[in-house]
């Protein structure tokens, strides 16, 4: 459905991540090597990235394939940040919400970003609109599943929940109520990044002190470079990479 992929380490130009390696986001745009759902990803792009002295992250997102775009090949060679969260979208229903619904999706420090479907979207997760306050629903970003993941996400960090948890939860109730959906979560405060297996492929590639990618799939051939499990839930730093089983949705609270 999409590919993503976050970065904390060393300031560096965002092409060095995103553009340049043989097998970067761009490409993956319109060639993935390991995308298990539909093939293509042009309904839409963003990047995140984070300035130094400065916690809300700046985002450049457009409608269209990310090859498409005249400027993002110049932005990223000149822009600088040591933390970044980008994908590529592969929409559900294409050109549902355009820009609104390309991640990363962002509230305060946060960015965020959902690879995967919510299955019988949206009849599936109604159950689960009880858990949002009603201003929350009527202020989502876009009218489509991510962005509805999002909101839940999002109100259980505003209530003072730690990202793993957050997410964790979030997966196992989404998982309940939508049975056979996909539910990659991505989500990064600049400092540390937060992740979730579950129908898709996610790998990381950490050099523990210095620096931490994680991405859908691998941008390069470099040995370091390990595939997380399925159902999996991954906390990492520039110190390295934690990873906890995601609990069963068969354990998780029971749906309205």
């Given at each position: 459905?999409?590919?993503?992929?976050a970065?904390v380490?060393?300031?560096?130009p965002?092409?060095r991540?995103?553009?340049?390696?043989?097998h970067?986001?761009?490409?993956?745009?319109?060639?993935p090597?390991?995308?298990?759902y539909?093939t293509?990803?042009?309904?839409?792009?963003g990047?995140?990235?984070?300035a130094?002295?400065?916690?809300v992250?700046?985002r450049y997102r457009?409608?269209?394939?990310v090859?498409?775009?005249?400027?993002f090949?110049?932005l990223?060679?000149?822009?600088?940040s040591?933390?970044?969260?980008?994908?590529?979208r592969d929409?559900?229903?294409a050109?549902?919400?355009?820009?609104a619904a390309?991640?990363?999706?962002?509230d305060?420090r946060w960015?965020f970003s959902?690879n995967?479907?919510?299955?019988?979207w949206?009849?599936?997760?109604?159950p689960l609109?009880?858990?949002?306050?009603p201003a929350?629903?009527?202020s989502l970003?876009?009218?489509t599943?991510?962005a509805?993941?999002w909101?839940?996400?999002?109100h259980?960090?505003?209530?003072?929940?730690?990202?793993?948890?957050a997410?964790g939860?979030t997966?196992?109730r989404l998982?309940?109520?939508?049975p056979?959906?996909r539910?990659n979560?991505l989500?990064t405060?600049?400092t540390?990044?937060?992740?979730?297996t579950?129908?898709?492929?996610l790998w990381?590639?950490?050099?523990?002190?210095?620096?931490?990618?994680?991405a859908?799939?691998?941008?390069?051939?470099?040995p370091?470079?390990q595939?997380?499990?399925?159902r999996?839930l991954?906390?990492a730093?520039?110190?390295?990479?934690?990873?906890?089983?995601v609990?069963d949705?068969e354990?998780a609270s029971r749906i309205?």
């Open positions: 459905m999409c590919r993503h992929l970065f380490g060393p300031e560096e965002l092409g991540l995103l553009v340049e390696p043989p970067s986001l761009l490409r993956q745009s319109w060639a090597r390991r995308q298990r539909g293509v990803n042009a309904d839409g792009f990047v995140g990235w984070y130094p002295d400065d916690p992250p700046a457009r409608a269209g394939p090859w498409a775009d005249l400027s090949a110049d990223a060679r000149v822009v600088r040591g933390a970044v969260l980008a994908a590529v929409a559900t229903l050109g549902a919400d355009a820009e390309a991640a990363p999706f962002a305060g960015l959902h995967g479907a919510l299955t019988g949206p009849h599936s997760a109604a609109v009880s858990e949002l306050p929350d629903l009527l970003q876009a009218s599943d991510s509805f993941v909101a839940l996400v999002l259980r960090l505003r209530q003072g929940e730690e990202p793993d948890r997410l939860d997966v196992a998982a309940a109520a939508c056979g959906s539910l979560l989500l405060d600049g540390t990044i937060t992740a979730t579950w129908g898709d492929t990381y590639r950490t050099e523990p002190g210095l620096r931490t990618v994680v859908s799939e691998p941008y390069d051939d470099n370091l470079w595939e997380v499990p399925d999996t991954l906390t730093t520039r110190a390295g990479v934690l990873l906890a089983t609990e949705p354990a309205p």
